[in-house]
């Protein structure tokens, strides 16, 4: 690996062409060559106008400063500089006007990585424009003021175009901070999702998005909840609801920022001492899902359909705490008694 | 700052501080090895700025809520033929240090590579993290050169984030946003450990992506310096294992002779970083090649290879041989469920060479 160059200091090269070595470094902290044109003392100068948002008419200068440089260059790197520097020209012109704020606003217009220069990993080059199509390599050969001729302007360009890119970065930004918040949502709001379900959620969803899927199937879908049954209700006093397990399958749909959901189930319920039912199941958002249970009537002839709702909607409407405590209790107890029954009864498949 | 590093970590449990050994261990390498010029210059905290990213939370919050669900997921898994049943078959005899192996760890990999939804928001996190610190560090108007470092399944997660950075725009209110794609943005260098990033691609294939040097095909290059690190039993690497084109020429870098064994867990950042043949081109590359010397890089190479390896022959030996069948075994296959599974068999071949070396 003859990667390093001489005793432990940078090379001239490095020191005035790349941008992060030279742009800003003083003016006098160069070779005298470098005292008038460097990379800092030309983007100072660009300043007032580009407060001005008058970019057009800098790189308008810029162009017609460079075209006017009597220095000599090696081989082409005096036309293909000025070719760019026109392009730049034609970029923000294209953009100027009433155009120019969405397109800062959006990354658009000039291409904000054209002055950037690239470093192959060994030797003393520095090229620049290796992907806009002509290119210049400037390497140890280059003379201090030939040096200074381009990359005391391309480091100051450079910089120009960081400051051009900056809303369209700062709004970038934004928006990603906003999908965050939408992920956060649906990992610790949405309606929990067990593998199969994700897998299939997973189906056709795009692992390149910016965003969680706006809406989730549920499949066999295992959940507990409370069961109220009027016929056999003898007293308000001392009534206690049904635990029940629900297989649900259905659909949901998420609001824009997936902090809320709305949805249809329909699930078969199956309380611990009463004949399994059927029915359909209403979701609103993380704590508020009932539904309604039909099953055929008893014996007696009466009707043993009923109300189901979710554990979280049962500790709202519980009335003391006590009461909640207990009823949480008899569920986690059940649950967990339950748990390898429940996973056979769910068992897809062969 | 005008050198940003990005740091991305690999498989297993990672939390927001996961970074910190590995940032001082990088700190301390210049003193530790006499590079001479961070002396006259500064540390490397004057010149860099570490940042890390923890994309770990994307697993965590789904295998906390499947904490009681294990079974579930096997079952799942063998029944409707996700492609993990022979893993988790194997994992039916597997000891109990290779079962927690694989659901602290492997399972990381599984859930990325198997369940788009996760794979998104793993992509988010780590997108968010560049493009928002990146953002801040230009606030000032100045130029900010970046670059990225990631380890293991950091290496998949960050070649699929850049190449949807450099292809795709961000949805913002204003419109389709361009700040960090092509022709707007790009990483200086990227530094693949254990480059795990071919045996998880999906699309782009890491070969035909944006993420290769500028030396080829310099119009789609987001990245336009690589270097790759693998070691030669790291057995991460070595399943599908990453190799460029010889038409990447003079922009890609992997450094030969990683072979020493200063601890059994080859697959460890520190420990590749450790090497003078791993930190000293990145070094050079994030900051000036002059960082350090010609002498500087023989004699930190001397001073590395005369470290002494486990001093437990048989043990090296055999585990060196058990690795080598591995990677035997593994390299004639394309499936993922063999990887996995001989990630799990490898782990317990460090931990059987370190046990028995105590």
């Known amino acids: 690996m003859a990667l390093a160059t001489a005793a432990g200091a940078q090379s001239a090269l490095n020191t005035e062409c790349v941008a992060v070595n030279a742009q800003e470094r003083a003016v006098g902290a160069f070779t005298p060559a470098w005292d008038v044109g460097s990379a800092k003392a030309n983007y100072e100068a660009m300043l007032p106008r580009l407060s001005r948002e008058e970019w057009f008419i800098v790189a308008d200068s810029l162009h017609a400063d460079f075209a006017a440089d009597a220095t000599v260059l090696p081989g082409s790197a005096h036309a293909v500089f000025l070719a760019h520097l026109d392009t730049l020209r034609q970029e923000f012109a294209a953009v100027s006007g009433v155009r120019m704020s969405r397109a800062r606003a959006t990354g658009t217009g000039p291409k904000q990585a054209r002055f950037t220069e690239d470093q192959p990993l060994s030797g003393d080059t520095v090229v620049l424009f290796a992907s806009f199509g002509s290119r210049i390599a400037i390497d140890a050969s280059w003379t201090p003021t030939q040096r200074r001729a381009l990359c005391g302007r391309s480091v100051a360009i450079r910089r120009m175009l960081v400051a051009w890119g900056q809303p369209g970065r700062e709004n970038a930004t934004a928006a990603l901070e906003a999908s965050a918040v939408r992920w956060d949502n649906y990992s610790t709001r949405g309606y929990f999702q067990f593998p199969w379900e994700l897998a299939i959620n997973s189906i056709g969803f795009d692992a390149a998005s910016d965003d969680p899927p706006r809406s989730q199937w549920v499949i066999a879908h295992p959940a507990f909840g409370l069961e109220f049954i009027a016929s056999r209700v003898e007293s308000w006093d001392n009534f206690q609801p049904l635990e029940t397990l629900t297989i649900e399958f259905g659909w949901l749909r998420y609001n824009s920022s997936r902090s809320f959901y709305t949805g249809l189930t329909l699930f078969g319920s199956i309380p611990g001492d009463e004949a399994m039912g059927f029915g359909a199941m209403l979701h609103l958002g993380p704590k508020f899902k009932v539904g309604y249970v039909t099953r055929s009537d008893d014996p007696a002839g009466e009707s043993r359909n009923g109300i189901v709702v979710s554990t979280d909607l049962a500790q709202i409407i519980a009335k003391t705490p006590a009461t909640l405590q207990s009823m949480r209790d008899l569920i986690f107890r059940r649950l967990e008694a339950q748990k390898g029954a429940i996973l056979r009864a769910i068992r897809i498949g062969p | ?358």
């Open chain 2, 1 to 358: 700052m005008p050198r940003l590093l990005f740091i991305v970590h690999g498989m297993g449990v990672h939390d927001t501080a996961w970074a910190d050994p590995t940032i001082a261990h990088l700190k301390k390498i210049p003193s530790d090895y006499g590079y001479e010029w961070f002396d006259a210059n500064g540390p490397l905290e004057d010149h860099v700025k570490c940042v890390p990213i923890s994309y770990d939370k994307a697993f965590t919050e789904l295998l906390d809520q499947w904490a009681e669900s294990a079974d579930e997921l096997e079952q799942f898994a063998s029944t409707e033929g996700v492609g993990i049943a022979k893993s988790l078959d194997f994992l039916q005899g597997a000891s109990a240090a290779e079962q927690q192996f694989f659901w602290t760890s492997v399972v990381d990999v599984l859930l990325y590579r198997l369940f788009p939804i996760v794979t998104a928001n793993v992509r988010d996190i780590v997108k968010k993290a560049i493009v928002e610190r990146f953002t801040a560090e230009t606030a000032a108007g100045s130029v900010v050169d970046v670059s990225i470092m990631a380890h293991s399944l950091g290496t998949s997660v960050t070649h699929d984030t850049l190449s949807i950075m450099a292809t795709k725009p961000i949805q913002t209110p204003a419109g389709p946003n361009q700040s960090f794609m092509l022709g707007n943005f790009q990483f200086k260098r990227i530094f693949q450990v254990a480059n795990v990033s071919r045996v998880l691609q999906t699309t782009p294939a890491v070969l035909s992506s944006p993420i290769h040097p500028f030396t080829v095909d310099p119009a789609t290059s987001y990245t336009r310096g690589f270097l790759n690190f693998k070691h030669r039993y790291d057995l991460f690497t070595m399943v599908r294992p990453f190799t460029a084109p010889a038409a990447w020429g003079g922009g890609f870098l992997e450094p030969a002779g990683i072979n020493r064994i200063l601890g059994f867990n080859v697959h460890d950042l520190d420990l590749y970083l450790e090497d003078p043949r791993c930190h000293i081109p990145i070094l050079r590359q994030l900051i000036d090649p002059a960082v350090v010397t010609p002498d500087e890089e023989a004699d930190a190479l001397d001073a590395y290879d005369a470290r002494p390896e486990p001093d437990c022959l048989q043990q090296l030996d055999d585990f060196k041989d058990r690795i080598d069948d591995l990677i035997a075994q593994a390299s004639t296959s394309l499936d993922l469920q063999d990887l996995f599974i001989a990630l799990t068999k490898a782990m317990t071949a460090a931990r059987d060479a370190k046990n028995a070396c105590v």
